[in-house]
């Protein structure tokens, strides 16, 4: 007997196969895949989410916030006011610059002022949005809707193991049945582990789109199942942790003095005390001095963008210069040099040097599954 996928399985029964469109653009194994859409407006550029009707602009926000300014509180933490004031008003600026989708975590107390910054522009602004607490997908699901009026992107983490689990499918199931119901325009999953994105691609119907830790560190023969086989299907690629989670702001000689990590003890290439190979920074600064007004994180992230399967680069942006350099980096993706390239080879060199120590154990899943 013939094993079947569950997505496979469904799509075959007639009862209970996902809309025309959808299923016709998974027909057989055999049709090409089609390329990645997109267009440009006002210095943004654009791209096509998957099979969805939705295109989010190639840098987005992320939902990460300034740890500078969080307080703690009954369901996580939310921001001070002057905290809450500087965030709101870098996401403004992000949207005149026309980006178009912002990541929003409940647990960081976002939802409401996130609310309240789209009222005026609902229909140009996509809420993404992913399960925070251990709540009932589709009690989540209509808390949102109710307060942004729809959900555009819906998600939940699933994390590592060998298949996604029973509790996957049944959550699976229900955010599908409110995609159908037009609660939610596109559904997905965020995980750090290959074999979780194979099995996703394998076992969830009606996938919209993965997000996934991308970034040039790992830009070898990472992904090398999962990333064929997405882009065949046609998935929305959105790329999370593209500077490593900032760390890579410890490499860069040229580095904003004000830009930081996202936790001040998360350093690129980490080891105690030890300090870089010499002719690997010197290298790298070469590079960045034949473009004087560039930072090696705007070359990582142009790199990012400069992959045409990826529908989105989410960086956390916590001060308004990382806002305008990240945009700037977008501008000038088209243009990334051989130089540049061998900088950034460079720099995967000197982590495969650092073996396992290039990053604290709290973000070592950068890492644990993608060395050749």
């Known amino acids: 007997?013939?094993?079947?996928?569950?997505?496979?399985?469904?799509?075959?029964?007639?009862?209970?196969?996902?809309?025309?469109?959808?299923?016709?653009?998974y027909a057989t194994a055999a049709d090409p895949p089609e390329p990645i859409q997109e267009y440009s407006r006002g210095g943004m550029v654009y791209r096509r989410l998957g099979h969805s009707d939705l295109y989010v602009s190639l840098l987005s926000f992320g939902s990460h916030t300034n740890a500078a300014f969080k307080r703690r509180d009954k369901h996580g933490s939310d921001l001070t006011e002057k905290g809450q004031a500087l965030r709101d008003r870098r996401i403004a600026k992000a949207f005149d610059l026309g980006v178009n989708m912002v990541?929003?975590?409940?647990?960081a107390?976002?939802?409401?002022?996130?609310?309240?910054?789209?009222?005026?522009?609902?229909?140009?602004?996509?809420?993404?949005?992913?399960?925070q607490f251990p709540d009932?997908?589709?009690?989540?699901?209509?808390?949102?809707?109710?307060?942004?009026?729809?959900?555009?992107?819906?998600?939940?983490?699933?994390?590592?193991?060998?298949?996604?689990?029973?509790?996957?499918?049944?959550?699976?199931?229900?955010?599908?049945?409110?995609?159908?119901?037009?609660?939610?325009?596109?559904i997905g999953i965020s995980t750090h582990s290959e074999r979780m994105?194979?099995?996703?691609l394998e076992e969830l119907e009606g996938l919209d789109y993965i997000m996934f830790p991308y970034n040039f560190i790992h830009a070898r023969a990472d992904y090398s199942q999962f990333l064929p086989t997405a882009v065949k299907e046609v998935i929305g690629l959105?790329?999370?942790?593209?500077?490593?989670?900032?760390?890579?702001?410890k490499l860069d000689p040229r580095a904003h003095p004000e830009s930081k990590a996202e936790n001040p003890q998360t350093q690129l290439y980490r080891e105690r005390n030890r300090a870089m190979l010499p002719a690997v920074v010197a290298k790298l600064t070469r590079s960045l001095n034949r473009?004087?007004?560039?930072?090696?994180?705007?070359?990582?992230?142009?790199?990012?963008?400069?992959?045409?399967?990826?529908?989105?680069?989410?960086?956390?942006?916590?001060?308004?210069?990382?806002?305008?350099?990240?945009?700037?980096?977008?501008?000038?993706?088209?243009?990334?040099?051989?130089?540049?390239r061998a900088a950034l080879d460079a720099a995967r060199t000197l982590s495969t040097v650092?073996?396992?120590?290039?990053l604290p154990p709290h973000y070592r899943w950068l890492d644990e599954r993608w060395r050749v």
């Open 1 to 25: 007997m013939t094993d079947f996928s569950r997505r496979a399985f469904l799509l075959q029964s007639p009862g209970l196969a996902l809309s025309a469109g959808v299923a016709g653009s």
């Open 103 to 107: 990541d929003t975590y409940e647990n």
């Open 109 to 131: 107390g976002q939802w409401n002022p996130m609310a309240r910054l789209v009222r005026t522009r609902r229909d140009k602004v996509l809420v993404s949005i992913c399960r």
């Open 136 to 186: 009932f997908v589709g009690r989540n699901i209509e808390a949102a809707a109710r307060l942004f009026g729809h959900v555009d992107l819906y998600r939940i983490y699933v994390g590592d193991g060998p298949a996604v689990s029973e509790r996957t499918l049944e959550d699976w199931d229900v955010m599908r049945k409110a995609k159908t119901a037009g609660t939610v325009r596109a």
């Open 197 to 200: 994105m194979l099995s996703a």
């Open 238 to 249: 959105i790329a999370i942790k593209p500077l490593a989670a900032g760390s890579i702001v």
């Open 291 to 340: 473009l004087p007004d560039e930072t090696l994180c705007q070359a990582a992230l142009r790199f990012v963008y400069a992959r045409s399967f990826i529908t989105s680069a989410m960086p956390g942006m916590f001060q308004e210069h990382e806002l305008t350099q990240n945009y700037d980096a977008l501008k000038r993706h088209v243009e990334l040099s051989q130089d540049e």
């Open 354 to 358: 650092y073996g396992q120590n290039w």
